[in-house]
């Protein structure tokens, strides 16, 4: 693994408006628009580097991930660049817009965008909670696309106790905090944060 690599794959930013917090990560993918939209909505591929998945991935349809107990509806779906759904998750719900955007060289941008409202879990974590677990999911993603030949999530879920990728889930909830910081979180608030969020993800491998 290519740690500086991975960090820098990822674009992060927060927005803040009605108190909502929107988390938003961009990461392009070696593949073009049609094949990206594909692995992200079939359901089949879907289970080779995220999770297995239930249900009606159409508009109106519901949907449940069998892993994580995560499900909702699908809000908008309009192939092959915008998704847009409900994450309801043990009692709490907010939203995810996927858009897909077509990049030179047959490349494709993903911008994911989760809109997270206020709580305590944000005042605990901020953005880093949802952040490194996304980009998680997108490494995921790209090594699916490069042709894993091993189901993707048990080979990462392998990886993760390793010490390079608990180097890299500090590394990545760090910069999290640097993005929380620069939305006007004090400093100290967001470093404290940022640690926090990577000893949570640290003490899951």
């Given at each position: 693994?290519?740690?500086a690599?991975?960090?820098?794959s ?5 927005v ?20 990206l ?34 499900e ?5 779906c ?72 091993r ?55």
């Amino acid at each position: 693994m290519n740690i500086a690599s991975e960090i820098n794959s990822v674009i992060r930013q927060l927005v803040t408006s009605g108190g909502v917090h929107q988390v938003v990560l961009e990461r392009t993918f070696d593949t073009d628009v049609t094949d990206l939209w594909n692995a992200c909505t079939n359901p089949q591929r879907l289970s080779r580097w995220f999770e297995p998945i239930s249900g009606d991935l159409a508009l109106g349809g519901r949907y449940a991930l069998m892993g994580s107990g995560t499900e909702g509806d699908i809000l908008r779906c309009e192939a092959p660049h915008q998704l847009a759904l409900t994450w309801e998750y043990e009692g709490d719900v907010s939203y995810v817009d996927v858009d897909l955007i077509e990049a030179a060289g047959e490349r494709t941008v993903l911008r994911l965008t989760h809109h997270v409202p206020l709580g305590e879990h944000w005042e605990t974590y901020g953005p880093g909670a949802t952040g490194v677990g996304w980009e998680e999911g997108l490494r995921a993603l790209s090594l699916y696309l490069s042709g894993g030949a091993r189901a993707v999530p048990d080979a990462v879920e392998e990886d993760m106790s390793s010490s390079e990728s608990q180097k890299l889930i500090r590394l990545v909830a760090h910069a999290w905090g640097q993005v929380d910081g620069e939305a006007g979180t004090p400093a100290g608030d967001a470093e404290a944060r940022a640690l926090k969020t990577a000893e949570f993800y640290v003490a899951m491998t």
